[in-house]
């Protein structure tokens, strides 16, 4: 029988000039990389085809039909793409410094960043999320967006992040967090 070797980190913790920085890479779902390309090229098919109807003289009354159609079609295609790159190539990095936590989900260059008060965090944890389909942002999580094992209490609201992590990891990268930041100890 072959011993199975345990799977190294995911995620990386270093120190930089201003604090702690973890870098989460987004967890590859090969079936959803490899459905989105596919319907991708359905999508650009559409898309092309609309604009060719919309620019040529045959189109008759329909054509503000055509164009509402396309406008749609459009943010739908901007969106799968933005998730499409995302499960390909995102990176979630959480900077810790000693006044703020930032959390800054991107591809390349790209993406955008939120920040928040250490002054007002408290209990950084792990906390397995609630799939709940009813809800936006529990639904994004099947698509690998949003979300995450590692919550901290920001006033009166929880912020989740590190959706590419397992349990143990998560945990490992906590107690690192909080023997640099001890203010964000959990009090359980």
Same mark, same amino acid.
Not at 21 to 47: D, T
Not at 71 to 83: D, K, N, Q
Not at 104 to 120: F, I, N, P, Q, T
């Given at each position: 029988?072959?011993?199975?070797?345990?799977?190294?980190?995911?995620?990386?913790?270093?120190?930089?000039?201003?604090?702690?920085?973890?870098?989460?890479?987004?967890?590859?779902?090969?079936?959803?990389?490899? #459905? *989105?390309? !596919? @319907? +991708? &090229? $359905? =999508?650009?098919? %559409?898309?092309?085809?609309? /604009?060719?109807?919309?620019?040529?003289?045959?189109?008759?009354?329909?054509?503000? #039909? *055509?164009? !509402? @159609? +396309? &406008? $749609? =079609?459009?943010? %739908?295609?901007?969106?799968? /793409?933005?998730?499409?790159?995302?499960?390909?190539?995102?990176?979630?990095?959480?900077?810790?410094?000693?006044?703020?936590?930032?959390?800054?989900? %991107?591809?390349?260059?790209?993406?955008?960043?939120?920040?928040?008060?250490?002054?007002?965090?408290?209990?950084?944890?792990?906390?397995?999320?609630?799939?709940?389909?009813?809800?936006?942002?529990?639904?994004?999580?099947?698509?690998?967006?949003?979300?995450?094992?590692?919550?901290?209490?920001?006033?009166?609201?929880?912020?989740?992040?590190?959706?590419?992590?397992?349990?143990?990891?998560?945990?490992?990268?906590?107690?690192?967090?909080?023997?640099?930041?001890?203010?964000?100890?959990?009090?359980?």
């Amino acid at each position: 029988m072959a011993r199975v070797a345990p799977p190294g980190d995911r995620a990386t913790v270093n120190d930089v000039s201003e604090g702690l920085e973890v870098a989460i890479p987004a967890r590859r779902n090969w079936f959803l990389i490899l #459905f *989105l390309a !596919f @319907w +991708l &090229c $359905g =999508w650009f098919a %559409g898309e092309s085809s609309a /604009i060719v109807q919309l620019a040529g003289d045959e189109t008759r009354g329909d054509r503000a #039909f *055509l164009l !509402f @159609w +396309l &406008c $749609g =079609w459009t943010v %739908g295609g901007v969106v799968v /793409i933005a998730i499409w790159l995302w499960n390909v190539a995102g990176v979630e990095r959480v900077t810790f410094t000693p006044s703020e936590i930032r959390v800054r989900r %991107g591809v390349g260059g790209l993406g955008y960043s939120k920040e928040y008060d250490l002054a007002h965090a408290s209990s950084l944890r792990v906390s397995p999320p609630v799939m709940n389909f009813l809800t936006p942002r529990s639904s994004m999580r099947f698509w690998g967006v949003g979300g995450g094992l590692m919550v901290f209490d920001y006033g009166s609201t929880t912020v989740r992040f590190g959706g590419g992590l397992d349990e143990p990891e998560a945990r490992r990268i906590i107690d690192q967090v909080t023997a640099r930041f001890p203010a964000l100890r959990s009090v359980v």
